[in-house]
């Protein structure tokens, strides 16, 4: 059903992580979905029904027509075997070639639990014999984005060129009222200001104008030196 499968922890990490590749790969055709984790909440200005409208704004803007939420409880993510039960379930529903997940090193204790969870439910969803709903299925591929709490500089297996979509992913972003309104004062830039200056980084790094960074634990495959910039 899916080609891509972007799993989050909260509303918003996939849009700051790789909104410029969502929007990249849906205009090349690809079938993509989200998959939030958690609804986020409980947060300082937010509420359910607000961030269940941002996301809904996020999305349109994004042109995600699949994306749906586990109902994992924000702020005490854990690795349990029920949430590796649902999770698989759902990747067994959706069959992606490729998994997107957050990078496997972060403050946030959500994120790294959410990293160990959707690669223990990507083995899970390939058993046979198995008390899950669907037919085994093993997605081929799994990748990082960045969407860190930790202020690293990242060692990326690949960087995709979003020179195109950078725009789309900070409109998306922008959707967010309650978790990035607050605008840039006379000490810091605005989150969604450091945003466009990490991307405009990894552009400078490629030699385009726009990328995001990706991490593999496995060699990536090319079919043609073409593919390289």
């Known amino acids: 059903m899916l080609d891509v499968l972007v799993i989050a922890p909260h509303p918003d990490d996939a849009e700051i992580g790789m909104g410029g590749s969502i929007a990249l790969s849906l205009a090349e055709g690809h079938r993509v979905g989200i998959l939030d984790l958690t609804d986020g909440e409980p947060t300082p200005k937010g509420s359910r029904e607000l961030r269940r409208h941002e996301t809904e704004a996020a999305s349109h803007v994004l042109g995600i027509s699949w994306r749906r939420c586990l109902g994992l409880p924000n702020r005490s993510l854990e690795h349990t075997l029920d949430a590796r039960w649902s999770l698989a379930a759902v990747m067994r529903e959706v069959r992606p070639r490729t998994i997107f997940v957050p990078y496997w090193e972060d403050a946030h204790?959500?994120?790294?639990?959410?990293?160990?969870?959707?690669?223990?439910?990507?083995?899970?969803?390939?058993?046979?014999?198995?008390?899950?709903?669907?037919?085994?299925?093993?997605?081929?591929?799994?990748?990082?984005?960045?969407?860190?709490?930790?202020?690293?500089?990242?060692?990326?297996?690949?960087?995709?060129?979003?020179?195109?979509?950078?725009?789309?992913?900070?409109?998306?972003?922008?959707?967010?009222?309650?978790?990035?309104?607050?605008?840039?004062?006379?000490?810091?830039?605005?989150?969604?200001?450091?945003?466009?200056?990490?991307?405009?980084?990894?552009?400078?790094?490629?030699?385009?104008?726009?990328?995001?960074?990706?991490?593999?634990?496995?060699?990536?495959?090319?079919?043609s030196l073409r593919a390289l910039i």
């Open 109 to 223: 204790p959500d994120h790294v639990a959410a990293t160990a969870l959707v690669e223990a439910a990507r083995f899970w969803a390939k058993l046979t014999k198995a008390d899950m709903p669907g037919d085994p299925h093993w997605a081929e591929h799994i990748y990082y984005y960045f969407s860190v709490h930790l202020r690293v500089h990242e060692r990326p297996s690949f960087v995709l060129d979003i020179s195109m979509h950078l725009e789309t992913k900070l409109r998306a972003l922008e959707c967010f009222e309650s978790q990035f309104g607050q605008g840039a004062t006379g000490e810091r830039p605005s989150i969604i200001d450091e945003l466009r200056t990490r991307a405009r980084y990894w552009g400078w790094a490629i030699g385009t104008t726009y990328g995001e960074p990706f991490a593999s634990r496995e060699p990536v495959g090319l079919t």
